[in-house]
């Protein structure tokens, strides 16, 4: 098993910075992939970006060039970094842990940023 505690998020301004943070703890094996998804009210949940333990990272196109994600392997942490924000990336984020097939949640974490 395998346990994330999700920090920051708030609300903001539109053209403000938010920061994210996860911390995972338990059963970790050392090749996994942590990242965050978010899901504004009445849509589905929706990929936001990821990185793997040797450092890959995916982005969603609609956050690429605004939001940067990184990690620290040693502390099983993951930040995202949260720039130029607009009022369409208001949702319910959740940090979200890969390995050896399965996949664990946070309990999300809210941001908001207004126009």
């Known amino acids: 098993q395998v346990q994330l505690v999700e920090s920051g998020g708030g609300s903001v301004q539109a053209g403000g910075s938010l920061r994210l943070s996860c911390a995972a703890s338990?059963?970790?094996?050392?090749?996994?992939?942590m990242g965050w998804y978010r899901q504004a009210p009445g849509k589905e949940r929706e990929f936001v970006a990821t990185?793997?333990?040797?450092?890959?990272?995916n982005y969603a196109d609609s956050v690429k060039g605004r939001f940067g994600i990184s990690r620290d392997n040693a502390k099983n942490t993951v930040t995202l970094q949260m720039n130029s924000l607009k009022p369409e990336d208001t949702a319910i984020y959740y940090c979200?842990?890969?390995?050896?097939?399965?996949?664990?949640w946070g309990q999300g974490t809210q941001v908001t940023v207004s126009s």
């Open positions: 990185m793997t333990t040797g450092g890959s990272t």
């Open positions: 338990g059963h970790i094996f050392n090749v996994n992939a």
């Open positions: 979200n842990f890969f390995q050896v097939g399965y996949t664990y």
